[in-house]
């Protein structure tokens, strides 16, 4: 498995990497003390460039630790590091030799937050091993919900995939059995989001597959509400016919 570690897209990568490999460039002029970016390429805003280039500079070099000396030599020298795209890339390479455990996703989830790793990846990830330990789990995914929420940024989208990472949350409480938590954060954002059905669709969702099926009915109704609210009748229909249909269960 491939796992996604940045958000930046493959042609700011392989310029950055160009211009990081430059003659001149080396690892060890790099970060020697601070890390000193070379010029930007063409490709890159000269704004933006200096973060960018530590960002790939910082995971490139791990990554050329892992393909030289392995996993273990790499997680020695950066699963502590202070810098989220380092611990990431650690944990993406321990993720697809099976070897990704809790200890080292929470590692990449506290640290400093850096907008341009992919922390869906991640969040994903923590998700799909919270049977492990469910309190830890939600520990370590609240605790980087509040560092989110906590962000001041100005990369673009932000508040978005802030609340990407709120509903997953919710998913979280819904498959840890915290059912009363899940609905509150469900509640949350359905009154933020007035405009659409789409929490209340993912609410009903989750709890359906979680066999909570008297929150599901509940959810499917506020769904119905809000699609008539907005004027969508044909919404409104389908929603209230997969009410019928779950009541029907219940009964």
């Known amino acids: 498995m491939r796992v996604k570690?940045?958000?930046?897209?493959?042609?700011?990568?392989?310029?950055?990497?160009?211009?990081?490999?430059?003659?001149?460039?080396?690892?060890?002029?790099l970060f020697a003390p601070d890390f000193r970016p070379p010029a930007a390429p063409d490709e890159v805003s000269a704004?933006?460039?200096?973060?960018?280039?530590?960002?790939?500079?910082?995971?490139?070099?791990v990554s050329e630790v892992v393909r030289a000396s392995?996993?273990?030599?790499?997680?020695?020298?950066?699963?502590?590091?202070?810098?989220?795209?380092?611990?990431?890339?650690?944990?993406?390479?321990?993720?697809?030799v099976g070897?990704?455990?809790?200890?080292l996703l929470e590692l990449v989830l506290a640290c400093e937050i850096d907008e341009y790793v992919a922390y869906g990846t991640f969040l994903d990830l923590l998700a799909g091993k919270c049977s492990e330990d469910p309190d830890r789990a939600i520990a370590i995914y609240e605790s980087f919900c509040d560092a989110v929420l906590a962000l001041?940024?100005?990369?673009?989208?932000?508040?978005?995939r802030a609340n990407?990472?709120?509903?997953?949350?919710?998913?979280?409480?819904?498959?840890?059995?915290?059912?009363?938590?899940?609905?509150?954060?469900?509640?949350?954002r359905h009154g933020e989001e007035r405009?659409?059905?789409?929490?209340?669709?993912?609410?009903?969702?989750?709890?359906?597959?979680?066999g909570a099926l008297s929150r599901a009915l509940e959810w499917l109704g506020k769904g119905a509400e809000r699609a008539r609210a907005l004027g969508?009748?044909?919404?409104?229909?389908?929603?209230?016919?997969?009410?019928?249909?779950?009541?029907?269960r219940l009964s």
């Not at 699963?79 to 650690?90: D, G, K, L, Y």
């Not at 070897?99 to 200890?103: C, E, F, H, I, S």
């Not at 001041?152 to 978005?160: Q, R």
């Not at 405009?195 to 979680?210: E, M, Q």
Request: aromatic share 6%.
């Open 5 to 29: 570690v940045s958000w930046l897209s493959a042609d700011v990568v392989r310029a950055a990497r160009r211009a990081l490999s430059a003659p001149g460039c080396d690892w060890s002029s």
């Open 47 to 61: 704004e933006r460039w200096p973060r960018i280039a530590e960002h790939v500079a910082r995971a490139e070099r």
């Open 70 to 96: 392995g996993l273990e030599a790499a997680a020695r020298s950066y699963a502590s590091s202070s810098h989220a795209v380092e611990v990431a890339t650690v944990a993406a390479a321990a993720e697809e």
């Open 99 to 103: 070897a990704l455990g809790l200890d």
């Open 152 to 160: 001041d940024t100005d990369v673009p989208m932000w508040g978005e």
């Open 164 to 188: 990407v990472v709120r509903d997953g949350l919710a998913d979280l409480y819904v498959r840890c059995g915290r059912m009363d938590a899940a609905d509150e954060v469900f509640s949350t």
């Open 195 to 210: 405009g659409n059905v789409f929490i209340s669709l993912s609410a009903s969702r989750a709890f359906l597959s979680a």
């Open 232 to 248: 969508r009748p044909q919404m409104e229909e389908k929603l209230v016919k997969k009410q019928e249909a779950l009541r029907r």
